[in-house]
């Protein structure tokens, strides 16, 4: 009789248990989706104080990132850097929070640290076109007219259409003493104005 008692406890126990993770599931879903709409609409604060509400262990990579994008919002890279970090803790191949990250380095001028973030988020996503073009404005900061070039390159294979990086790319032909080349790509980027 103990053991039956037990056995069905135990039954109900985990069908309690499962239950709970999914309704649990459920509220995280809507509370990020309730911050999200805030955030689109520029309530930032209380868009920040119901993801912070969350418990730790709810709070994934996206989260860290919302987050991010707020402090950033308000002014402090500090706090962003910091949740871009957690975010990467939580799923070191989230490549938009290296992207976040190669921007707000670059921002600050360490060309250096920002281009490792942008290759960081290209090697999680081969496809992501505003890593390449940002990654290729870092390294025209350093003087690296060549890779540059390489990287608008590929950037305008993504998007095809980016005015910015059919300029820069001109620009680069330009620093490489490869005027033909500037002048084909300038003259692409007047036709699409």
Sequence with gaps: MYYFIMKNFFKIFLTLLILSNFVLAQDVKEVKDKAIALYVTKNYDEAKKILESLPINQKDSETFLLLSNIAQENGNDNLAIKYLNNAIDKDNTYYRAYYNLGCILAKRKSYNLASKNFELALQFKKDFSPAYYNLALC???EGNYSEAKKDLIKALQYDPKNKDCMYNLAYCYKKLNKLKQA???????????
């Design 139 to 141: 390294r025209m900061k």
């Design 183 to 193: 002048q084909k790509i300038l003259d692409k980027y007047n036709e699409s104005t």
